[in-house]
């Protein structure tokens, strides 16, 4: 039989291959021809044999045949995930196994089948024609927006033509005004030289007359003064103006005007699948937000530190935690911008870092004592303390551990460290190579766990944030997005994720935050006039709070729709 027009051929009998099938058997669902019924029913007398027409068959399905035992597969072995047969479940291999019917499974898989296809045909393929509507659109437009610029840049340098034959005619309108005034006045001073020449010709003559002449008379009666031909004419000399052209090269071009670098950005969040029913799991994930276009300072906070303000922390979306260069920690109404409560670290010396757990506790680092402590109810209560090693940050995760990134007293390593209580329970220090994932110094190192647990530090010296999984292993390294607003270097201070799994930075070189997504990929910075950005922490509202370090003050930002 051709394959390709296997589907046009009639069914054939299970048993002798050949003639056509007429009848069916419902008990072991094998189609028959007539002639084979018999020999059918013979084959196994232990069973009772349903014989019917083909057309009037049940549509119970066909059970796999069992490899070992040569019986229909009736159960499905959960454990090992196969069917099985009757002597299957009896055997020691499947022994304290659990079992299904294996019509139950079928049930379940072709459901899940046909809910994907439901969420094929209804969400997805509608979804990925208008995505590839949209950037058919992009393109057109690309297209024109491109060409216009071309229009723009053509149009801008007829002006610039236009505008320096006016100049070259300008100039040359001058040097021909000059070369007047020149020749003008070197012709009157010929003029007067002429004139003495002609004067001086004519006493040449009437004096070699006279002498040549011998008379008495005219010898006394000559009066004349050649002494004023003594004094000499001055000597005018021009100076010429000279042309200095000015230097074609990147000067022109920036007069000109110049053209910015183009990017290609992907923003991971740009298109929405189009749904027709909600999703089991629509209740655990976040609403799909999109990012401002122009984020937009809420309002602006005055914390009265002496010099400089580090850090913010959240404790609800209406106060907030701040520390900075003295041993206060302050707790400030975000919409009154008042001071609530002040806490005084246990050793009098400034905190590292300050957070806040889910509990609505206060946690700070404190570097000079080497330990990490935990604010309840006013009380300090001592978490961790260390011995070889000083504690920068800290973070409590999702599941309730502590993050804290430490500095050993050697000043070669540095390291993040979980623990559970007071416990270890892991640390991330090498990558795969065993190279240091952290550069060794103390200067302003911060940390995050992102939603999806990967953990996230700002490693200042190396300039850049390196983010690991939740098993340690580095994922990626981001050293900042060029061209940067102020074309600084990359210096990464605070850093805070939202519900989107968007990881922000503050840069305080570049005075702006970055916003990146969870591979790395830059999306956009934040500005919003901001000046030495440095803490930064995110309410539930996806609001982020900036501390700027020289200042002072803490803006509160929104930045998602």
């Not at 069916?24 to 019917?52: F, P, Q, R, W, Y």
């Not at 200095?244 to 991971?268: H, Y």
């Not at 530090?457 to 983010?467: G, I």
Request: charged share 25%; net charge neutral; hydrophobic share 30%.
């Amino acid at each position: 039989m051709d394959p390709r027009r296997s589907a046009q051929d009639v069914m054939r009998c299970d048993l002798c291959k050949t003639a056509v099938v007429q009848m069916h058997c419902d008990t072991c669902l094998v189609n028959l021809c007539t002639a084979c019924v018999g020999k059918h029913m013979i084959s196994d007398e232990s069973k009772k044999h349903e014989i019917v027409k083909f057309k009037l068959r049940k549509t119970t399905p066909k059970y796999p045949g069992c490899t070992f035992h040569r019986e229909p597969c009736e159960m499905y072995c959960i454990q090992c995930d196969i069917p099985v047969c009757i002597s299957c479940v009896a055997s020691h291999q499947h022994k304290g196994h659990t079992f299904l019917k294996i019509l139950q499974v079928l049930d379940e898989r072709k459901n899940k089948i046909m809910k994907d296809l439901t969420e094929l045909n209804e969400n997805f393929y509608p979804t990925y024609q208008d995505i590839a509507s949209d950037v058919q659109n992009r393109m057109s437009q690309l297209k024109k927006e491109y060409g216009d610029l071309s229009t723009a840049i053509t149009k801008h340098g007829e002006n610039w033509h236009r505008e320096i034959d006016k100049l070259v005619q300008k100039l040359k309108a001058e040097v021909d005004e000059m070369k007047n005034t020149h020749l003008q006045t070197l012709q009157k001073h010929l003029d007067e030289i002429n004139k003495n020449i002609s004067d001086i010709k004519d006493e040449i003559n009437s004096n070699d007359v006279i002498v040549n002449e011998n008379d008495t008379s005219k010898l006394f009666s000559i009066t004349y003064d050649i002494n004023r031909y003594r004094i000499l004419p001055e000597k005018i000399v021009p100076s010429l103006p000279k042309f200095t052209p000015g230097r074609i090269g990147e000067e022109l071009g920036e007069l000109f005007g110049t053209l910015s670098s183009s990017s290609l950005t992907l923003d991971k969040h740009g298109y929405s699948m189009k749904t027709t029913q909600k999703s089991p799991e629509a209740g655990s994930s976040p609403p799909v937000k999109q990012l401002l276009d122009e984020p937009e300072t809420v309002t602006t906070i005055d914390t009265g530190f002496s010099s400089y303000l580090y850090n913010v922390a959240c404790l609800s979306d209406e106060e907030i935690w701040t520390s900075g260069n003295d041993s206060t920690m302050k707790l400030y109404s975000i919409n009154q911008g008042s001071l609530l409560k002040s806490i005084t670290t246990k050793s009098g010396k400034q905190p590292f870092d300050i957070a806040v757990t889910k509990s609505g506790d206060l946690v700070y680092t404190d570097y000079n004592d080497k330990t990490v402590n935990i604010v309840k109810n006013e009380n300090i209560e001592q978490v961790i303390r260390l011995q070889n090693w000083k504690p920068l940050c800290a973070r409590r995760t999702s599941s309730g551990d502590l993050l804290v990134i430490m500095y050993n007293n050697d000043d070669k390593q540095t390291k993040v460290v979980r623990y559970s209580g007071s416990t270890e329970k892991q640390t991330i220090q090498f990558d795969d190579k065993g190279k240091p994932l952290y550069s060794s110094d103390y200067y302003n190192r911060y940390i995050t766990e992102n939603r999806n647990l990967d953990i996230c530090v700002s490693n200042c010296k190396a300039e850049a944030v390196v983010v690991v999984n939740q098993a340690g292993k580095l994922r990626f390294r981001y050293t900042g997005h060029t061209p940067a607003p102020k074309n600084k270097p990359f210096s990464p201070r605070g850093i805070a994720t939202d519900s989107q799994s968007h990881i922000l930075t503050a840069d305080i070189n570049n005075d702006c935050v970055h916003i990146i997504d969870q591979d790395g990929q830059f999306l956009r910075y934040i500005d919003c006039g901001l000046s030495d950005p440095y803490g930064l922490c995110i309410d539930t509202n996806d609001n982020l709070f900036v501390a700027q370090w020289l200042n002072r003050q803490v803006k509160k930002i929104k930045y998602l729709n």
